[in-house]
């Protein structure tokens, strides 16, 4: 196993553990380990790349290991605001389903292109996607925001969201 692959493997080990800590209340922990997979999502690609350890298991499992991480993390944010009563900032239904929605097509339609031996190619804009993301995740665990700021936050990143899957769909054709 390569120290990129470790850093994936890592991020999809850590996520229950950040899922949890949000869940618990304690965001300071959440925040720090949320903070380290941010990290090592930069790190894995930048690793691989610049010691020429891309592969077929990490093309795969990068993107995977991302979208494991913000489904679970938005998932308990969207909780936290329809089951629990507390005065917790949490994503709006709407903003969560175009965001997770926009994941999971570009999930089936990454693989759609892979029958047909045609790579996704992807682009600064849906990485810059995952940046804003990881962005306001943090926003909202260190800054403790009000719900309207997190409703803009997060309203903002599902906009721009789903211009980038319309962006991939666009740029891959059919």
Same mark, same amino acid.
């Not at 990490?58 to 913000?70: H, Q, S, V």
């Not at 570009?106 to 693989?111: D, K, N, P, S, V």
């Not at 925001?145 to 891959?172: C, F, I, R, S």
């Given at each position: !196993?390569?120290?990129?692959?470790?850093?994936?493997?890592?991020? %999809?080990?850590?996520?229950?553990?950040?899922?949890?800590? %949000?869940?618990?209340h304690?965001?300071?922990? &959440?925040? *720090?380990?949320?903070?380290?997979?941010?990290?090592?999502? *930069?790190?894995?690609?930048?690793? &691989?790349?610049?010691?020429?350890?891309?592969?077929?298991?990490?093309?795969?499992?990068?993107?995977?290991?991302?979208?494991?991480? !913000?489904?679970?993390?938005?998932?308990?944010?969207? @909780?936290?605001?329809?089951?629990?009563?507390?005065?917790?900032?949490?994503i &709006?239904?709407?903003?969560?389903? *175009?965001? %997770?929605?926009?994941?999971?097509? %570009?999930?089936? @339609?990454?693989?759609?292109?892979?029958?047909?031996?045609?790579?996704? $190619?992807?682009?600064?804009?849906?990485?810059?996607?995952?940046?804003?993301?990881?962005l306001a995740?943090?926003? *909202?665990?260190?800054?403790?925001?009000?719900?309207?700021?997190?409703?803009? $936050? !997060?309203?903002?990143?599902? #906009?721009?969201?789903? &211009?980038?899957? !319309?962006?991939? #769909?666009?740029?891959?054709?059919?």
């Amino acid at each position: !196993m390569s120290i990129a692959d470790f850093f994936t493997f890592s991020r %999809i080990l850590v996520t229950p553990f950040v899922i949890y800590f %949000i869940f618990i209340h304690n965001f300071f922990i &959440a925040s *720090i380990l949320f903070i380290y997979c941010s990290i090592s999502d *930069i790190l894995d690609g930048y690793l &691989a790349r610049k010691y020429d350890l891309v592969n077929e298991r990490g093309n795969f499992l990068d993107p995977l290991a991302d979208k494991i991480l !913000m489904t679970g993390v938005l998932t308990v944010l969207l @909780y936290q605001g329809l089951v629990r009563s507390e005065d917790f900032p949490s994503i &709006a239904p709407w903003a969560y389903s *175009i965001i %997770i929605g926009r994941d999971v097509l %570009i999930t089936f @339609y990454r693989q759609y292109l892979r029958n047909k031996n045609q790579p996704l $190619v992807t682009s600064k804009y849906g990485k810059f996607k995952t940046v804003f993301q990881h962005l306001a995740v943090i926003f *909202i665990l260190v800054a403790s925001p009000t719900q309207e700021l997190v409703d803009l $936050v !997060m309203g903002l990143n599902a #906009v721009y969201a789903g &211009a980038t899957g !319309m962006h991939y #769909v666009v740029k891959n054709g059919f």
